[in-house]
């Protein structure tokens, strides 16, 4: 199963690709996770993209198709992926198509995820991850431990650099500039489903699984 999250920061893509991920056993494609290990790292890619990913902006477009297209020819992506982030602008997803052709893959399912911006900035100014296991945190609905000390895998939870008042703003500006215009863009082309993501994460889940179920293979189904 090929499919693409899309919706602003903030809205649960990760999390909800992360349930689809272990459930269907296939890799999660998080652009923004590559990116801030690739930044951790201090790689050639990492160094380019830092100073973007600061500032909200978006890395440019090369650099991402080119950090996808090696993604996606490893061998774990065979059966499927999720990309979480991924296409971000219509070079993007132009790129994607481009790349699909080359790999002759079947159309992707387009799944969005829509939250109402006050929320989106209450979760992501709320937000906390494991920086070993990637467990999620938040201030508001599941606060982690006063020592920031991960209750799964003993790791240290840590907040993005991201995730303050004026780069949210800055990010969400750009979401609706440069991403959003990409639903009408693949709205023509692919299965879009919509979900609402203003509900509790099992329930979105749960609606998630039910809108996509018709398009996963018989043979998966059983993992549902
Ligand atoms: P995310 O974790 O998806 O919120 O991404 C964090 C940051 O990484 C974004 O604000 C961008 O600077 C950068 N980024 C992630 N994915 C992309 C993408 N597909 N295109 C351009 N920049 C990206």
Redesign the pocket.
Same mark, same amino acid.
């Given at each position: 199963m090929y499919l693409i999250l899309f919706g602003a920061?903030g809205v649960g893509?990760?999390t909800q690709a992360k349930r689809i991920s272990q459930q269907l056993s296939i890799p999660q494609i998080?652009?923004?996770?590559i990116?801030?290990e690739a930044v951790r790292q201090g790689t050639g890619l990492g160094k380019r993209?830092e100073n973007?990913?600061k500032?909200? /902006?978006?890395?440019?477009?090369h650099l991402?198709l080119e950090m996808i297209k090696e993604r996606i020819s490893q061998s774990d992506c065979d059966h499927g992926f999720i990309l979480?982030?991924?296409?971000?602008?219509i070079p /993007?997803a132009q790129g994607l198509t481009k790349l699909m052709k080359t790999m002759v893959l079947p159309p992707f399912i387009l799944v969005e995820i829509t939250v109402p911006d006050e929320i989106i900035i209450k979760r992501l100014s709320g937000r906390k991850t494991c920086s070993q296991c990637g467990a999620d945190y938040n201030d508001h609905t599941h606060p982690a431990p006063a020592d920031n000390i991960c209750t799964i895998c003993g790791g240290k939870i840590t907040r993005?650099s991201?995730d303050n008042p004026e780069?949210i703003k800055k990010?969400l500006q750009?979401y609706r500039e440069q991403t959003a215009p990409l639903k009408h863009f693949y709205e023509e082309q692919h299965q879009f489903i919509s979900i609402d993501g203003n509900k509790h994460i099992d329930e979105v889940y749960k609606n998630l699984i039910e809108q996509i179920k018709p398009y996963i293979k018989h043979a998966d189904i059983h993992a549902l």
């Amino acid at each position: 199963m090929y499919l693409i999250l899309f919706g602003a920061p903030g809205v649960g893509k990760g999390t909800q690709a992360k349930r689809i991920s272990q459930q269907l056993s296939i890799p999660q494609i998080s652009t923004g996770d590559i990116l801030r290990e690739a930044v951790r790292q201090g790689t050639g890619l990492g160094k380019r993209a830092e100073n973007f990913m600061k500032k909200g /902006q978006l890395v440019p477009d090369h650099l991402i198709l080119e950090m996808i297209k090696e993604r996606i020819s490893q061998s774990d992506c065979d059966h499927g992926f999720i990309l979480d982030g991924f296409p971000r602008t219509i070079p /993007q997803a132009q790129g994607l198509t481009k790349l699909m052709k080359t790999m002759v893959l079947p159309p992707f399912i387009l799944v969005e995820i829509t939250v109402p911006d006050e929320i989106i900035i209450k979760r992501l100014s709320g937000r906390k991850t494991c920086s070993q296991c990637g467990a999620d945190y938040n201030d508001h609905t599941h606060p982690a431990p006063a020592d920031n000390i991960c209750t799964i895998c003993g790791g240290k939870i840590t907040r993005r650099s991201d995730d303050n008042p004026e780069t949210i703003k800055k990010r969400l500006q750009v979401y609706r500039e440069q991403t959003a215009p990409l639903k009408h863009f693949y709205e023509e082309q692919h299965q879009f489903i919509s979900i609402d993501g203003n509900k509790h994460i099992d329930e979105v889940y749960k609606n998630l699984i039910e809108q996509i179920k018709p398009y996963i293979k018989h043979a998966d189904i059983h993992a549902l």
